[in-house]
């Protein structure tokens, strides 16, 4: 496998999901050839990228204009095909079904994703979140169990990197959260 640094990528003023936390995103999704990906929140679009790679067909949706570029810049520097939406969901996404879910940002609309998965989320399929905001963490958790998802993990992740004169620099801790629909 190959997997992209984060400096490779094109960036702006858009929250990007970090490499350590996109490559263990990336397994808890189990992203496969012949995947039915979707991207919520896609930010830079580095989650759709790295998971295009492993061989998903991509649906990244993204609601700021400055995201629609940054997606559209990395996935023409990567020669990679994805199929991106501009606008909020649960309203703009496509009445198409997926096998696997990343919410990276949900606009505090995470009842209405769940209620657009409830339809488009295969049995079997996979969902998963990152948080830095307990209160979304918390919400998250629920739905999964409101709407009956199993197998639920969710991990805490810390990290650090040492910058250019070897001082470490922490970055915000990270929940992972996924589930399995039944």
């Not at 990228?49 to 700021?64: F, L």
Request: contains cysteine.
């Amino acid at each position: 496998m190959k997997w992209i640094k984060d400096e490779k990528f094109i960036r702006g003023n858009i929250p990007m999901t970090k490499f350590n936390i996109r490559i263990l995103t990336i397994g808890y999704l189990a992203i496969e050839e012949g995947d039915r990906f979707l991207d919520i929140g896609a930010g830079t679009g580095s989650i759709s990228i790295e998971a295009a790679m492993q061989g998903a067909k991509v649906w990244a949706i993204e609601r700021e204009p400055e995201g629609i570029e940054l997606i559209n810049k990395n996935k023409q520097k990567f020669n990679i095909d994805i199929n991106i939406i501009e606008g909020q969901a649960p309203m703009d996404l496509p009445d198409i079904s997926f096998n696997k879910c990343f919410i990276g940002g949900s606009g505090g609309n995470l009842e209405g994703i769940f209620k657009y998965l409830e339809t488009n989320l295969e049995h079997g399929g996979i969902v998963c979140g990152n948080f830095i905001i307990l209160k979304n963490l918390n919400q998250f958790a629920e739905l999964l169990k409101k709407y009956n998802y199993k197998n639920i993990e969710v991990q805490l992740i810390q990290s650090s990197y040492m910058d250019n004169i070897g001082l470490m620099k922490g970055n915000n801790p990270i929940f992972i959260v996924k589930g399995e629909k039944i």
